[in-house]
């Protein structure tokens, strides 16, 4: 099996956390993930496992650790206007289901 191209875009805070996070697949330009941090915990902490489960599957899932890139991955820091356009359109896919990969 092929690796997928992938380019992610994480908006990060000062410890390297990505607090929202994009995923989107080169050969088709299906979005992956568009997927936060804060939702995230909060569908833990108020519905437990199966709320996560549940917002994984439909916004895809988001970094679990602090990010720390490798020197042979190709880092660009983008704008925040440019980073809210790419998680609008992730976020529009997504909800739309077009590109919802099935759990």
């Not at 330009?29 to 917002?55: I, K, P, Q």
């Not at 899932?61 to 820091?77: G, K, Q, T, Y």
């Amino acid at each position: 099996m092929a690796e997928e191209d992938l380019w992610c875009y994480d908006e990060l805070d000062a410890a390297q956390w990505s607090l929202r996070h994009v995923e989107q697949r080169e050969q088709d330009d299906v979005f992956m993930a568009a997927a936060s941090l804060s939702e995230t915990l909060h569908a833990r902490d108020t519905g437990g496992f199966e709320a996560v489960r549940d917002y994984m599957g439909f916004y895809g899932v988001s970094p679990e650790a602090p990010l720390d890139f490798p020197p042979e991955f190709a880092v660009e820091e983008i704008t925040a206007d440019e980073f809210e356009l790419i998680w609008s359109a992730a976020r529009a896919a997504r909800e739309s289901g077009w590109g919802v990969r099935p759990l």
